[in-house]
């Protein structure tokens, strides 16, 4: 598949020393790889490296390295970089595996891999699947969002078909390409996504308790078939609504489910969604999402900041990468909410449920503490549930969520436990503040700040930073003046410059990018994804 690529392939952007070095490191890294897993050698560890060196995204890197002076020149240093960083990858991991018998001596027994450099495989392995996701953000931003002009088009549909990530955002981005009338029926049981069962009586955890937000259960249900637990968004209604606003309504919902229905929950943050129902003698709708296979026990992030255990043991103990990991999944999450010219308006720690890892993953070392990698399976599990692990995040939330395009109702809230996750623009709430995607990665902002410090914002204790006197809260931009402050003097010494950085970007705006012209396309205009686009580069580039 890669020598393929290799002989269509143009070298405009690295020039042949560097696509003829990278093929290299690959192809090595592959026999290396196959001689071990056919000598029962960390079969399942090999088999991921294989996998990662002749699949489709090999494809796609080579793709967009054939389009040279077609994509934009930010692509075109993705793509150079990332070349430069895989061969790095590649060659670290081949010098790993040792050395295979001597032509010399082909009755020499092979050495198998030690504990300690299956640990280094394992890690080396996980970077490459990192760096081959963030590759994976670069080309969705310009395959689907952003202009590229090339002839060829049957070997861009044949990309999006062999990889499947790319091939469901494809669908994904169908789904939001429709109207609301054609999302939509007037009889609710024609949608292939309309849901005649409402579970009653069945099993069930409330996940969060506001009154003013959808509320979320998780439900397990006795009297289906499903394999797996659901998550239910209530989305209540006024039961005086008039028929109009109803219809109106059950639109929305029903775009929602269309949407989500094609959401990829191991790459986007989101849950993927089984559809929507209606409980008229509620007066609410319900949208069902399926909970992930291999996680368990949601609990809102909100939850976790005010865990009691969190002072018990001193501040938290889960390794800082996976706080680094939750802030990346939620800026993903944003950019395939944006991606659909929705804006979310309610992003905050109660719409963030984190997921325990259920069983240890293959390749998974986490917590193992001697050279033969024995533990208990109870001991496993302390590592991967918490205070000792973060567990997978999701957002949810979507009783505030619309199009981008639609009308805003600027609704003011009292509730100053969620005033401090909008904007200044918000707070005013005249015409021409209507929310925008922008407003959405400001309130990112003030959430990855509580991730960094581990600490919920609307703790009494932290009441000064929003507070100017025991009744009367400060200004909305002493506010966001607040948090921009403890972004730049508390967070670098916990999770360095970069992460303060990206928290900054957040709560001003992007106001540099945007005056040097960095946000907006070829025409000058700064596109709907352009905002957490940056972001989500800024915290790709922390390593801890």
Known sequence: ?????????????????????????????????????NINDHVLLCEQIINLTQ?????????????????????????????????SIHENISATF????????????????????????????????????????????HLFFGPISTPAQSERER????YDALDRVAKLRAAVQETLTEASTSIASASPLFLQEVHEGTTRTLLHTDPSDSLLWQLFPADTQLPTALLVEYRAYS??????????????????????????????????????AHNPDRCRFELHFLQPPGWTNPRSLRNLLRDPVNAQIGGAVHPLNQRVQLARTLAEAIFYVHSGDWVHKNIRPDNII????????????????????????????????????????????YDGVRKLEAESQRLDTDDWRKKIYLSPERHRLSVGDEFTMAHDVYSLGVVLLEVALWRDLTNRALRRMFWRDAQNLKSSEDMRAALIKSAKTDVPRVLGQKYADAVVACLTGLREEEEAGILADVDGVIT???????ILKRLEEISI
């Open 55 to 87: 699949g489709a995204s090999i494809d796609l890197l080579f793709y967009f390295e054939r389009l040279g002076d077609t994509i934009p020149e930010r692509l075109r240093y993705d793509v150079r970089d990332l070349f430069q960083a895989l061969r």
């Open 1 to 37: 598949m890669v020598d393929i690529a290799l002989a269509a392939a143009g070298l405009a952007i690295g020039g042949p020393p560097l696509v003829g070095n990278f093929l290299s490191a690959v192809t090595y890294l592959r026999s290396r790889a196959e001689y071990h897993r």
């Open 354 to 397: 984190v997921f325990e890892q259920a069983e240890l993953m293959p390749g998974d070392r986490t917590g193992y503490d001697n050279e033969a990698g024995q533990q208990t399976h109870q001991q496993q599990r302390k590592y991967r549930v918490f205070p000792r692990s973060l567990g997978k995040a999701f957002l949810v939330g």
């Open 159 to 162: 990309l999006l078909r062999s």
């Open 98 to 141: 040792p050395n295979p018998p001597s032509s010399l001596n082909p009755s020499s027994k092979p050495r198998r891999l030690h504990a300690r450099e299956a640990k280094r495989l394992a890690e080396e392995t996980k970077r490459l699947e990192e760096w081959s996701n963030r590759f994976l953000k670069r080309a969705i931003e």
């Open 528 to 534: 709907g994804t352009a905002y957490i686009t940056q």
């Open 239 to 276: 039961a005086d609504i008039d028929t109009s606003a109803l219809n109106a309504l059950r639109r929305t919902v029903r775009a929602v489910a269309a949407i989500l229905h094609h959401a990829d929950p191991e790459n986007m943050g989101l849950l993927k969604c089984r559809g929507f």
